[in-house]
Each structure stands twice: as C-alpha cells, then as structure tokens.
T-cell receptor, first 111, second 111 residues
C-alpha cells in the first residue's frame, strides 16, 4: 500500500470549511484513497473514499488531484463535534486488504 | 440497524489470566479484524479472518489467538495476559467493497 503524508495538526473555526490535505505520491493505479476519523476514545469512523473522481457524501467531500498524488478532505461546515484525528489511507479495493493507519491529522475545531 | 459490538467495554485483569474479548457483527460480513491501539503507535493489526474457520496472523499476533466458528463472531483471546497487552482493542468488519467498520472498542488493563 502507498504511504501517505499528513500534517500532524490543524485548527479550524466553527462553521468554516475544514480542508485536510494528504500526499500519496506513490499511489498506484488500482489503489483507492480512504478517509477515516477517530473521535477521542471512540472507534475509527469511515468517512469517504475515492479512486480518481471527486466524491461527496453527507459527511464530507473528497477532492483527488488529476495525477492522484494528493487529495483533500473537505468538511464544509465544521462543528465542535468534528474535532478528531483524521486518517488518510491508500489501499487496494479488495475486501480483505488491511488498513494501515499512520499518524493522521489532529483537527481542532474552535468556537 | 446492522452494527458491530464489542464486550466488555472495560476490563481489568491480572497478569497470567486468560481473557477473551468478544466481537459481534450483524452485517453478515465475511472479513473481520482485530486491532490494538496504544499511545504513539496508532492502530496495529493483531489477527484477521476471511470467513468461518479461517484465521490469519497480523502484525502483532504474539500472545493472542482468534477463532471463527460463525460469520457473526470473532472472539480474541489473550492466552496469558501480560502488562504489555494493556491497550484499547478494536474489532472491525469489512463490506464486500472493502470498507471497514469499527466497533466501539474494549479498554483492557492488565495488572
């Protein structure tokens, strides 16, 4: 699985968009970009994933660059409850493939 | 609603005792996983299973075992608990597309 690089921490004002970057320059053609988050003391929560097209769901949007070497997770209107560690993970789509969690980005949403 | 549950949520045990952590999912997923999470290490894979009677070792499997007698359950057993196994344990299952969903976790303290 490709390695990812994320900033260790970010701040965001409540109500503003939170843009979390991820670099994955060694991603291969069949690997997807997954985003999870972990709110303190809880299990990791799936947010969104994509291959090469931008994706949007009720939680967030995922923007993947055309060369697929980086991506951005967008939380359009961050709330205090979005304070968490966000993990960007690149892996194949096979259902058996493991998830390898790196350090993630600690997002602090401030009032 | 389908879900994944873990029990107990908190457990205190003594060194040398056998401990079993339960994981139960109602999605009928074939793939199930056990991770542990420690400060400074993120999530690390302990064991995983691709179906009934299938079990595989992960990155940190020493001192742990699993069994899969049905689709819904993957219990994790610590054969002889050690203080180094004090951790938070997360169970997960993946849908046919490969997205993993995590349980709420079990906090284990080995004294």
């Amino acid at each position: 699985d490709a390695k990812t690089t994320q900033p260790p921490s970010m701040d965001c004002a409540e109500g503003r968009a939170a843009n979390l970057p991820c670099n994955h320059s060694t991603i291969s053609g069949n690997e997807y970009v997954y985003w999870y988050r972990q709110i303190h003391s809880q299990g990791p929560q799936y947010i969104i994933h994509g291959l090469k097209n931008n994706e949007t769901n009720e939680m967030a949007s995922l923007i993947i660059t055309e060369d697929r070497k980086s991506s951005t997770l967008i939380l359009p209107h961050a709330t205090l409850r979005d304070t968490a560690v966000y993990y960007c993970i690149v892996r194949g789509r096979n259902a058996g493939n493991m998830l390898t969690f790196g350090g993630g980005t600690r997002l602090m949403v401030k009032p | 609603d389908a879900e994944i549950t873990q029990s107990p949520r908190h457990k205190i045990t003594e060194t040398g005792r056998q401990v079993t952590l339960a994981c139960h999912q109602t999605w009928n997923h074939n793939n199930m996983f056990w991770y542990r999470q420690d400060l400074g290490h993120g999530l690390r894979l302990i064991h995983y299973s691709y179906g009934v009677h299938d079990t595989n070792k992960g990155e940190v499997s020493d001192g742990y075992s699993v069994s899969r007698s049905n689709t819904e359950d993957l219990p994790l057993t610590l054969e002889s608990a050690a203080s180094s196994q004090t951790s938070v344990y997360f169970c997960a299952s993946s849908d046919p597309g490969g997205t993993q969903y995590f349980g709420p976790g079990t906090r284990l303290l080995v004294l």
